[in-house]
């Protein structure tokens, strides 16, 4: 189990003591890995093509002699500033078509000639000098991917790019429906990419915008990890990935990287549900484990306290950071890592927690909190290789979120599809039952439900696929506002939910919008096969639908549309698809997917029911489960335990039946 | 009586059985004419000086076999984009100075020579192809005009416009009053357009560009219509216009056009109050029949259900469509056009509420409305050409507006002058009293009461106007902030409110601005002449005035001036001026202007009051009144009608005594 | 004491007869100086090396046959037209590296050689011609002084004032902490100013580039003054400030300006608490004062009526400007001077509030209340050029708020600083105690008590500077987020707060942040020494401290930290060290200051306490001393005097024991 810390030593070259008492911190606090040499490219290359190792190599070298491992950082995050005085063309260009100035971060053409020979020449010298010093465990390529630039090498670029998607400038035109407004291409040279002074509207042209920016951005990624590859092929690689992001289409790129990772900073103790938090927190950690089909992944970034970018830097509560870390783990992660080991001493994130403050010393809260925690985790490295085994699949789909949220369609002001499928989500982690959390082209066979909340665009097979599933037996669930358009944003004709129609056997002929503050009714029907009993409250989007063979479990209670249907289910094949047609609260979620569960034959973690705000999770082998019980509640929580012998991972007890958690607590049993 | 839509069917070309079931849907859904070739310039010329007509010839061809008329659009609205590319002097240049790209629509410099001629060229060969197609019966000329364009054409028609206007640099100067913060010009090459990192607050010359971009956008309207006119002088041209639209002063360009032409999307069942909303609607329609002094207009655009680009697409409830389309007719339009036929399949408006949707057929409620609104229009005939016979005049003035909106004073976070009009035109509306919406310039002499809410700028000779106007009978109410400048935004000096002093018999000496939150009272004085009786509450703004031959009706409760002038009435020669000055709530409104209608013997179109929500319209050709009984509540009404005869329109029933109107539901009755 | 107005009487040139009215008027409303000339360069010189004294000839004269003195402006603050087309280099180009066109004011690069060659022939021009005018009392040095220029004059500049700070990269690159993101400049050329689309985050740039601009338009004054001060250096030049400005260290440029004078335009009536806009207006007033060590200032711009400029123009109520003028009289203004003489007719300002209205004449409430206060003014010239004895500063460091401010740290969404100053200010004023508002570096030894909330930057030898200040007696206040960085924003390493530690025996481990409504509680500790014995409520901020020799006053009441220090005094040398940690509500402002104040000996100007909205303070020249007594509470007071002789010096009555002032009434006692 990984244990460590984004490392910047060189900032502190001025202050020789420091990296010697740092080794001895890291000891101290129980850590065995850095990541080394992210943005270090002015200390690597000072000049152009001159290059200072020596500061690296003693870097590694203490490392090795200290028993530390290190992840070693290819610096493209960040340029020195040599290259853009003599090569301006490595800068980004914004979509006003601007060229940046020298500055921040990240901020380079991944087009760019030049921006790429001058990583190939950096990334092989790191390969030659370090890939096989003993010290180096994988490459950290770049850091946080993200970001467009719009110069004339990335228009040439999306032009090929397009040729090659589409072959004849036709075939672009009917996809994007260029009709409209006159927009009609009659020459590859007339295509840009969206500009806020330019064609903004075109959903096609935008969503295949967006496409070739993951495409170019992988591209790029391909680029710098071939000459680390030619060297050593077997030394895994990654690219840390961020929360929820949403630029990039994190699904295409997970093939071509080693291991998943990813820099997590949850607004513990801000004034939302602890209970919405902690599973928002975790549908990130199991999309991030989802990406490589349930491979472990690494959480590359974290903060030992607070950061300093967010609205309110709060204080991490006593315990808070074990539990977060550890619920990294729950949920797949074979490492807890910290952005930053030691806290810089100026620029923008020098307020960024860090182990080691600016104090200096281990005498600190967040030092010992720390130190606590690598204890804990050194007692985990049987946990680490093994995964999460889920039942269910929640569709979170990155094209179709760029869709849904880029067309203009019923609710401008909010159609809100992320905290759509978090609050779907949240409903089976309120219940302990295992998630993966896919993208709409992955194979469904081995979940027993795959829910896909606002599955607007369905792209070419997975309507197919969706049948399928449900024609086997699966049990699937979707929502008003599916089933709309195409790949390129193409609305589907002859009836929506277009290609999902027949599977749940209901149509759909309009969608309201309802004003913030204005509601109606969902009314179960008696004697429902669910067992469903309560009455709802729905918003925002209210879909009106008729039965095509489908079933209503719920009716609406108010407006013109009183007594339609608002909850199908439709018996398909072997499996059962239901429709929820409106928005609907939290009520509704606990008591339908409790039901459907059940119907279902889920598996919780604890067999039973759980406490608000507690959280049961396994990491299993096959043979070994590791269940991980987590109380975000900030009260204490009593659990009750399937029956069954648990061992207690840390105190080696015995342990069945009832559970006590105190306050933040985390206990981990073994079975 | 006109039933139809804007209709693209260049968009389906790859969908040939398209053209032929919209034939069938339209007959059957009782339509009558469509809007074709608006936005068609990429089809009617995909390259330059290649012309493709032959889909239009057989689309007017369907269109005339089977009885359905056509509007022809000039395809301006959107440039194809080998123009764009060909020549970039086409694309607007915005007000930082920075060129658009190709994209969305408009986006065209409408002084560029090249646009000119290429539009010369197409709309030379439209007319001399089209004019005299059986199926055409006019012209739609671009589409929705609006903008402005910064390039150097611009600023050289800009300073020639001013030249002409000004004559020497030395009136210029004066009547911006330049010499503030030294902003003298010494060479017309000085003047520029107002520029956010420029010049941005010399009032005059902000007021000087909107009035050049009316005129430019009319002198390109003139350029468009002269081909067309050569060729068919007696083919009327309409130039669809806007809600409410602030850029242009359509007053300016109502002489030129031949039909005035709106496009109308309501935001009914949002969360304010539906008789406000019903009333600004209303306000609207008035406003554009008024522009060519009473002659009836064309709805030309209006969504059979939602459209897909305000904050939230709420469905009309049934009814509405059907109460929506007759207020229109109510109000003076000769037509019931929407925007439009056939959903597209993608693009920005692919969600944009259509006769025809998605699924494409008749099968769905929206379809089925626009049915049954066609056979209530085609019994409507004998409306067409009527008219309505307003006695009030409320002064919407669009140089009043730039001007109030524009200049610094005393209050900034929300002076509100649209929402004050519609306040005053509310009042009328819920007695069922018919107002026309004018300019201030236009002749009064056939009104009763003339209304003029915040009449800041008072150019050269409305005074004279208004003060003829009472010393002949009339009744003239102003409010506060009236009076105040002249054509150039220079303050009247020696007393506000200028011109209008003498009229009212009040002097204001100074205003006060009340925060958000702050209120005065306004307290009737006893005894006076309208009868009122009531106590208000004043908010906003509050004008302290001192009696120069007026009297007072009511007078502030609070703050130091409290006992001070709030409401007053001059005697004037044969009328009577009143003057309103503070901003109050409704309930003055509603009790105020009733007290006047009473007094200055209005006509109300039922003879007495009405319930709240429900208008009542009346439309004359002098002999025959048709009478429009509207319920915009939500709920059933009951309506006491004048004596007299009345016979339904659509079932042809005799009516008199009371009239029972369910929830949105509409009347049309022939005394 | 000075009584007038900006005047601008070439803006009325085409009316003749204003010169001799305004004569008239300004004597009639005891008027005495006029500042002449600002913004008049168009009308100076119309045309390049064309000038036209002719009119300020006259104007200069005519006020001298009057006994009207002037202020003559050097016109920089506005340039002609003719000079930006002829030379665009002295256009500012702003922060996006756009060159701004000509417009607004300002909007000049202070640096281009072209500039200042203007700026050198004009005001040699007006020196020569003006300075022993007998009507020219002192240069009004352009108008508030503000903005910044980023061309490449600028960069050079920037650079070399760089080079002269650093005189190595190597220096540069450790100060601002370059090695973070790589930033590291290896040529001078790459260093540019902060930028949107290039460098924003490294705070010390920003600091330096702050810095700079202070410096340049330091620089620009000089520039201006020489030539003034080569014909006659004994003549007085000042340049207006403005309210709580950020951008310019106004603390580097008093030494070369003569006499402080600043344009204050409070929010009077508006909804924050009348105590609160009288207090933040004072604090003001102190600052300016302070700024040259007690030294007199002018008030050289206020409204006799309101702005035209706020979000909400409201009138003063009666009494209101009398009251608002005495105040800064009280805190040590020796003029009352308005923003404008006369209503410009046209352009932005038209509906600025100035002595002469539209109207003209004398007879409006606001110019009886400007000739009243003329009277009132006149009666006190023996107040001029007393001053005002303060034993308590507070520390308004303009550095520090840059800094604060810029860098992200632990409340993003407001970390408030201006509005902290402001209420520890505030709990001063209302028990009359008088505070000298000055920069962190300033001689402290005159102080009795020294406040310096947030004092999160400790220049080089600042912390010595309290150190010292509380080893020999005094009473040091300081709160959280004090104590952090150093001059280049570099985090004090070892231990907050840095510098400051030692004097107040604490140590900070970390910081909480609250989000909006959480709330802490602060309870003190019975049987504290000040006597405290509230409990208080603590918001946004709560540093969690440790003794090292200080004691604990009260300490927080929930939260994991309950329990823990909230407030500290540490007895140091002969003085005394408190330490507020959390930011707590004005409650424990009002007991705590109290109590602090009894401690300290601190002199209230009443010797009493004050009802609530009603401040004391007094003007002395050592021997007399000048009691005013002013009631912002909106409501009838009652005030306890001093034993002791008073004579109030409007009426020349004995005044002693109680004193009732009405709502906005102001008594001058003479002791």
Chains 1, 2, 3 share one sequence.
């Not at 690689?237 to 289409?249: G, K, R, S, W």
């Not at 066979?445 to 309507?463: D, F, I, N, Q, T």
């Not at 989007?541 to 063979?549: M, Q, W, Y």
Request: with cysteine; charged share 25%.
């Amino acid at each position: 189990m990984l244990h460590g810390a984004d490392y910047n030593p060189e900032q502190w070259e001025k202050y020789p003591e420091v990296l010697e008492e740092d080794i001895r911190l890291m000891k101290l606090a129980n850590c065995n890995v850095m990541s080394v040499g992210i943005f270090s490219w002015a200390k690597l290359e000072p000049e152009e093509a001159t290059f200072t190792f020596e500061w690296m190599d003693k870097l590694l070298d203490t490392f090795h002699e200290n028993g530390i491992f290190a992840f070693l950082a290819t610096p493209s995050g960040a340029r020195p500033a040599w290259m853009s005085e003599k090569y301006p063309e490595v800068l980004r260009v914004e979509a006003n078509r601007v060229r940046n100035l020298h500055g921040l971060r990240h901020n380079h053409c991944y087009t760019s000639p030049v921006y790429r020979d001058k990583v190939t020449t950096m990334n092989t010298k790191l390969a030659e000098r370090y890939a096989e010093h003993p010290a180096v465990i994988g490459w950290h390529v770049s850091n946080e991917y993200g970001g467009e630039c719009h110069c004339d090498y990335c228009q040439e670029a999306f032009r090929d790019w397009l040729k090659e998607k589409y072959q004849t400038l036709d075939a672009l035109n009917d996809a994007w429906w260029t009709t409209f407004w006159s927009h009609t291409y009659s020459s590859w040279a007339q295509v840009e990419s969206p500009a806020p002074h330019g064609e903004s509207m075109v959903h096609g042209l935008n969503l295949d915008w967006k496409r070739f920016v993951t495409h170019q951005t992988l591209d790029f990624y391909r680029h710098e990890v071939k000459p680390l590859k030619a060297v050593k092929p077997e030394m895994p690689a990654t690219a840390n990935f961020m929360e929820l992001f949403e630029p990039l289409n994190y699904a295409k790129m997970a093939d071509d990287i080693d291991i998943i990772s990813w820099d997590s900073y949850p607004l513990w103790h801000d004034t939302s549900d602890p209970s919405y938090r902690a599973a928002y927190t975790a549908m990130n950690h199991d999309w991030f484990r989802s990406l490589k089909d349930g491979q472990p992944f690494l959480l590359m970034e974290s903060t030992p306290s607070l950061t300093n970018w967010q609205p309110i830097s709060k204080l991490k509560k006593p315990g808070m950071h074990n539990l977060s870390s550890l619920q990294a783990v729950a949920h797949g992660s074979d490492s807890v890592q910290y952005f930053q080991w030691r806290k810089s001493r100026g620029s923008s994130e020098k307020f960024h927690g860090a182990v080691v403050d600016h104090l200096g010393s281990e005498h600190n809260r967040v030092f010992q909190e720390v130190k606590e925690l690598g204890e804990n985790l050194s007692q985990l490295d049987e946990v680490v290789g093994t995964t999460v085994d889920a039942e269910v699949a929640i569709i979170f789909d990155t094209e179709n979120r760029w869709a849904v949220n880029d067309s203009q369609g019923p609710r401008n002001s909010g159609v809100h599809y992320e905290r759509t499928v978090t609050e779907h989500y949240q409903a089976f982690w309120e219940q302990g039952i295992a998630v993966d959390v896919i993208d709409s082209e992955k194979d469904l066979s081995k979940y027993k439900v795959v829910v896909a909340p606002m599955l607007y665009m369905v792209r070419e097979g997975v309507g197919e696929n969706m049948e399928k599933f449900v024609k086997n037996g699966g049990t699937f669930v979707t929502t008003y506002w599916s089933g709309i358009v195409n790949e390129t944003d193409l609305c589907f004709l002859g009836g929506f939910p277009g290609p999902l129609r027949k599977t749940l056997g209901i149509w759909s002929e309009e969608i309201d919008a309802l004003y913030d503050g204005q509601t109606n009714h969902v009314k179960v029907i008696g004697n429902n096969e669910l067992g469903l009993s309560g009455e709802y409250q729905a918003k925002e989007l209210c879909d009106l639908i008729h039965l095509e063979g489908a079933q209503a479990l719920a009716q609406y209670g108010s407006d013109f549309y009183a007594g339609r249907p608002a909850l199908t289910v439709n018996d398909f094949g072997q499996g059962k698809a239901y429709y929820i047609a409106s928005r609907n609260d939290r009520s509704f979620h606990k008591e339908f997917f409790e039901k459907l569960a059940d119907q279902a034959g889920l598996t919780r973690a604890t067999g039973g029911t759980l406490p608000v705000g507690v959280s049961a999770q396994v990491r299993t082998d096959g043979e070994n489960d590791y269940l991980f019980l987590m109380n975000f509640s900030g009260e204490s929580q009593d659990i009750t335990l399937a029956e069954g012998e648990y061992q207690d991972h840390v105190t080696g007890e015995a342990v069945s039946g009832n559970v006590t958690l105190t306050s933040y607590d985390v206990k981990v049993l073994k079975k």
